[in-house]
């Protein structure tokens, strides 16, 4: 069983980047999927989630309009899409898939925005 981040970078302010967040091992039909960030020095905070049922979308302020979450449930795969990308997202994104008691993190991959 593993939740597997990927997608991370360094990108100039402005720009976009697509996280994926993909499971292998169990599928994600059931699960509500979450991302979350961790900047140096901060906690982590919740960024966006996607629920199971019915593909509701919950973002946080910070990124309301430039992120966009989506699921592919084919490709047990979720995604982050991040455009107009601003120096202060910079941080370590993770996922986490969540269903009754099962709960599951991604590694974590790293998202730079700079200049």
């Known amino acids: 069983v593993q939740l597997q981040a990927s997608g991370g970078g360094l990108v100039q302010p402005g720009g976009s980047l697509r996280l994926s967040c993909a499971a292998s091992?169990?599928?994600?039909?059931?699960?509500?999927i979450g991302w979350f960030r961790q900047a140096p020095g901060k906690e982590r905070e919740g960024v966006s989630c996607?629920?199971?049922?019915?593909?509701?979308?919950e973002y946080a302020d910070s990124v309301k309009g430039r992120f966009t979450i989506s699921r592919d449930n084919a490709k047990n795969t979720v995604y982050l899409q991040m455009n107009s990308l601003k120096p202060e997202d910079t941080a370590i994104y993770y996922c986490?898939?969540?269903?009754?008691?099962?709960?599951?993190w991604g590694q974590g991959t790293q998202v730079t925005v700079s200049s």
């Open positions: 091992g169990f599928t994600l039909d059931y699960f509500a």
């Open positions: 996607i629920s199971s049922s019915d593909g509701s979308t």
């Open positions: 986490q898939a969540l269903w009754r008691s099962r709960d599951y």
